[in-house]
């Protein structure tokens, strides 16, 4: 048994703001408490959160953990690790892996590996289509049974409207999201950073916005059209926010995410360092607007880190040449604090509900501390200070552009299953 004492909880889920004690015994949340009804307990271990906020375990809806098959630049084992410093309790593991996940074998493959070697729950995102080359839909069905939360063609947006036409038709009979990478290829060929003034002044070709709001408008007609659950990942221009608001005041099932570097950077800050060489690229000062704007409105219905480690061999190169992504995990919850509390642009009780009720509603599953709830919590702190040094994770890879970025606030233990995973000294 463990009893989590004297930390603020929030919780979103149960509009709850409150000092409260925790009791978990097993994996699940057996009972929760006005502060000191339960120092009583026998045989329990303490954790004395005094001072820190204890919420729902929060979820990362977008991830790569690269196993199988590119375990030069992360395993399950050392993603799920870097995700519990980070304080997520459960990551949506992309199908992008070599093989692919489009069948059952790989996805049962993911979750061995998960229960072998994993510090937090992973759960599979299947692809799209076979192979994810947009050509044929892929086993679905069988991907479900198996334990996939949803389908996506990430990496690379469902190939034609035909074809994601198919695939929500199919994913709204299962009752499984489908999750967009939106990118019109035919715009974005060639591109390595968001079109405008600093990519014509580096001389390194652009992506127009357009290139993401298109694929947005095609995929929510299509959700219109389907009555599908459609989730557009990683959202990074103002026109594709727009889009999607619209769907929501028509009652569509569209929900989207952003990630912590698309609210904090912009294009301004490329020079031709690989480590902020990304997909979809870095936007403008008024996407990033937007995006903020979105959060707080609620337009926005998640935060998703998009982690996406390579080994440094691939990052070391001229842009032009570097794969796009960065890791995500470890600074996600200290840019919210820093762009969105302590900027006072969202309070406290709607960041939390990003990372936590917000994902969960995408998967169709609840999260809230309750009892005979999962006992999957993460504890932070909102003023501690701290610095990322990207050589201490525990990630493969170093392809971060906030190494040695100090920040004020972030987690301090992850609990996962009712076993501590992660707790600073």
């Not at 630049?73 to 996940?101: D, H, L, Q, Y």
Request: aromatic share 4%; hydrophobic share 40%; charged share 25%.
């Amino acid at each position: 048994m463990l009893v989590i004492n004297n930390g603020r909880v929030i919780d979103p889920a149960t509009n709850t703001d409150r000092p409260r004690d925790i009791l978990i015994d097993g994996d699940k949340i057996a009972e929760v408490a006005e502060p000191g009804r339960l120092a009583t307990v026998p045989g329990r271990e303490t954790f004395d959160a005094a001072g820190l906020i204890v919420a729902p375990g929060f979820i990362d809806l977008h991830a790569h953990l690269r196993e199988p098959g590119q375990e030069s630049s992360e395993t399950i084992e050392t993603g799920t690790r870097a995700a519990a410093r980070g304080g997520f309790t459960a990551v949506c593991s992309m199908p992008n892996t070599k093989p692919v996940n489009d069948n059952a074998s790989v996805t049962r493959f993911v979750l061995d590996r998960a229960k072998a070697t994993g510090a937090v729950h992973v759960w599979p995102i299947g692809a799209a289509s076979v192979g994810s080359q947009g050509q044929a839909i892929s086993e679905i069905a069988g991907m479900k049974d198996a334990g996939i939360v949803a389908v996506s063609d990430d990496g690379k947006p469902i190939a034609t409207a035909k074809l994601a036409r198919q695939v929500m038709d199919y994913c709204r009979s299962l009752d499984l999201p489908v999750i967009e990478h939106a990118e019109d290829v035919s715009l974005a060929v060639g591109a390595v950073m968001r079109e405008g003034v600093t990519s014509t002044r580096l001389g390194l070709r652009g992506m127009p916005a357009a290139a993401e709001a298109v694929c947005v408008a095609r995929d929510v007609q299509l959700a219109e059209l389907t009555g599908a659950r459609l989730h557009v990942a990683h959202l990074s221009a103002k026109a594709s926010l727009e889009q999607v608001r619209s769907a929501k005041s028509r009652g569509l099932r569209v929900t989207c995410e952003v990630t912590p570097h698309h609210f904090t950077l912009i294009d301004e800050d490329v020079s031709y360092d690989s480590r902020f060489k990304m997909n979809p690229p870095l936007g403008a000062r008024e996407d990033r607007a937007a995006l903020l704007e979105g959060l707080a409105d609620g337009t926005v219905d998640a935060i998703a880190t998009d982690h996406a480690p390579h080994e440094p061999a691939l990052k070391d190169v001229e842009f032009d040449r570097a794969p796009f992504g960065i890791l995500g995990f470890e600074t996600a919850l200290g840019l919210a604090l820093e762009q969105l509390v302590h900027a006072g642009r969202l309070p406290l009780g709607r960041m939390i509900e990003l990372f936590t009720r917000g994902p969960a509603r995408i998967l169709g599953i609840e999260r809230k501390i309750a009892a005979g709830q999962p006992a999957d919590l993460t504890v932070f702190s909102i003023d501690r200070a701290w610095t990322y040094r990207v050589e201490d994770s525990p990630s493969k890879s170093r392809n971060s552009p906030f190494d040695g970025k100090q920040f004020r606030g972030g987690p301090v233990a992850t609990i996962v299953a009712g076993r501590v995973v992660y707790r600073t000294n």
